[in-house]
T-cell receptor
Framework: KAGVTQTPRYLIKTRGQQVTLSCSPI?????VSWYQQTPGQGLQFLFE???????NKGNFPGRFSGRQFSNSRSEMNVSTLELGDSALYLC?????????????FGDGTRLSIL | AQSVTQLDSQVPVFEEAPVELRCNYS??????LFWYVQYPNQGLQLLLK??????LVESINGFEAEFNKSQTSFHLRKPSVHISDTAEYFC????????????FGTGTKLQVIP
C-alpha cells in the first residue's frame, strides 16, 4: 500500500497570503489528522476529520481550517499568513477513530513565510 | 485529560552505548502508549506500542519499552545504539476505549556520537 502523501513538500509564501495543503491518506483509512511542528512548540494538534466531519479541533485561530472529501483526501487552509505560521505541517491517517490505532504520517509540507 | 512529558530534549550518546529515553504520562484511567521516531526531513513512524498484555514491548530494530503503571512511565531503551538511530523520538498517549485524542510529547533528540 502507498503511504500517506502530502503535497507540496515545500512552499514559500509571504505574509498576508493564503495557502492550501493537501493530504492523501493510506487507502482504506478514513481518519485524517493535521499537526503543526515547530522547533519551539513541538507537535501541535490542529484537527482530525473522519467521514468528512471534523471530530476534534486543537487550539488554533480560525485562520486555520480544513476539510475532508468523500474519498478521505483532506486539505487544510491557512489564510492571512503570519511569520509564525512557518512550520512543518504533518498529516496522519488511521483506519478509524479507535484510540488503539496508531497514526501513519506523511513526510509533511514545509511552509516558509517571508 | 491526559498529558505526556519527555523531560530530556536532547540525549547525546556514544555509538554502541546503551540509551534510555524517558516518558512519563498523566492519566487516572487506562491508556494506550506509543513511541514514534522521526528521521530528518521525514514524518513520524511508529516504533512500538503498548495496548494491553505484556508490559514489555519490542520493536524490530532493537528498541524496547516497558509500561510501568505505578510510575506512570513508558521509557524507551536500547542496549547498543548505532549511528543510524540518530533521530527525534516522540512518546504519545491516548486514553483507552472508543475515540480519544492522541497527545504527543515534545520529543527527545537522540544524537549518536561516533
Amino acid at each position: 500500500k502507498a503511504g500517506v502523501t502530502q503535497t507540496p513538500r515545500y512552499l514559500i509564501k509571504t505574509r498576508g497570503q493564503q495557502v492550501t495543503l493537501s493530504c492523501s491518506p493510506i487507502s482504506g483509512h478514513r481518519s485524517v489528522s493535521w499537526y503543526q511542528q515547530t522547533p519551539g512548540q513541538g507537535l501541535q494538534f490542529l484537527f482530525e476529520y473522519f467521514s468528512e466531519t471534523q471530530r476534534n479541533k486543537g487550539n488554533f485561530p480560525g485562520r486555520f481550517s480544513g476539510r475532508q472529501f468523500s474519498n478521505s483526501r483532506s486539505e487544510m487552509n491557512v489564510s492571512t499568513l503570519e511569520l509564525g505560521d512557518s512550520a512543518l505541517y504533518l498529516c496522519a491517517s488511521r483506519e478509524g477513530l479507535d484510540s488503539n490505532q496508531p497514526q501513519h504520517f506523511g513526510d509533511g509540507t514545509r511552509l516558509s513565510i517571508l | 485529560a491526559q498529558s505526556v512529558t519527555q523531560l530530556d530534549s536532547q540525549v547525546p550518546v556514544f555509538e554502541e552505548a546503551p540509551v534510555e529515553l524517558r516518558c512519563n504520562y498523566s492519566s487516572s484511567v487506562s491508556v494506550y502508549l506509543f513511541w514514534y521516531v522521526q528521521y530528518p526531513n521525514q514524518g513520524l513512524q511508529l516504533l512500538l506500542k503498548y495496548l494491553s498484555g505484556s508490559t514489555l514491548v519490542e520493536s524490530i530494530n532493537g528498541f524496547e519499552a516497558e509500561f510501568n503503571k505505578s510510575q506512570t512511565s513508558f521509557h524507551l531503551r536500547k542496549p547498543s545504539v548505532h549511528i543510524s538511530d540518530t533521530a527525534e523520538y516522540f512518546c504519545a498517549v491516548s486514553l483507552s476505549g472508543g475515540y480519544q485524542k492522541v497527545t504527543f510529547g515534545t520529543g527527545t533528540k537522540l544524537q549518536v556520537i561516533p
